[in-house]
């Protein structure tokens, strides 16, 4: 398995993905093989799962003090 990052271009009325030869090369991958391609979008997950805390009534540091007190105050 090789990991690559790509961008979708297009050509005429279809899109593709280039292949760099190195990658091609680390994958023994031969023109004309069948691949199997995984896709995941590019996101930023992390903007993306606190974004939905923007109306949470307390801030980040006020969460983190009371786990703080949850975890080590008895």
Known sequence: MVHMQGVIKKWGNSYGILLPKNVLEKGHFKEGQ????????KTNILKKTFGM?????LSGQQVKDEARRDLYDD
Do not use: Y
């Open 34 to 41: 069948k691949v199997e391609l995984l896709i995941n979008p």
């Open 53 to 57: 805390f923007k109306d949470f009534p």
